[in-house]
């Protein structure tokens, strides 16, 4: 069992910066894949971006890539999301996910974004 708190959320003007965290508790394998989704108001969830816990692969989605960056800490069992040139359409909630093989199987609570134009 894998429990997840993210933080780092807030309100920033377009153009800006913002940097999440996930930490993780519980038990981990090394074979795990960490990953981030959002939500925005009346739409469907959505993949970010995703990394494996072992060996640092990523994955992101084409709305991200190139403004946005998942890393990890193994030591610390964190997973970061930076994400630059912020949007206004980048606005939602925020969720990070672990993948145990089972699919996405454990979510954190999730944490607000807000661009401004």
């Known amino acids: 069992q894998v429990q997840l708190v993210e933080s780092g959320g807030g309100l920033v003007q377009a153009g800006g910066s913002l940097r999440l965290s996930c930490a993780a508790s519980g038990r981990t394998f090394s074979s795990y894949v960490m990953g981030w989704f959002r939500q925005a108001p009346g739409k469907e969830r959505e993949f970010v971006a995703a990394?494996?816990?072992?060996?640092?692969?990523?994955y992101y989605a084409d709305s991200v890539k190139g403004r946005f960056t998942i890393s990890r800490d193994n030591a610390k069992n964190t997973v970061y999301l930076q994400m630059n040139s912020l949007r206004p359409e980048d606005t939602a909630v925020y969720y990070c996910?672990?993948?145990?093989?089972?699919?996405?199987?454990?979510w954190g609570q999730g944490t607000q974004v807000t661009v401004s134009s």
């Open positions: 996910a672990a993948d145990t093989s089972s699919g996405w199987a454990y």
């Open positions: 990394i494996r816990w072992s060996g640092g692969s990523t």
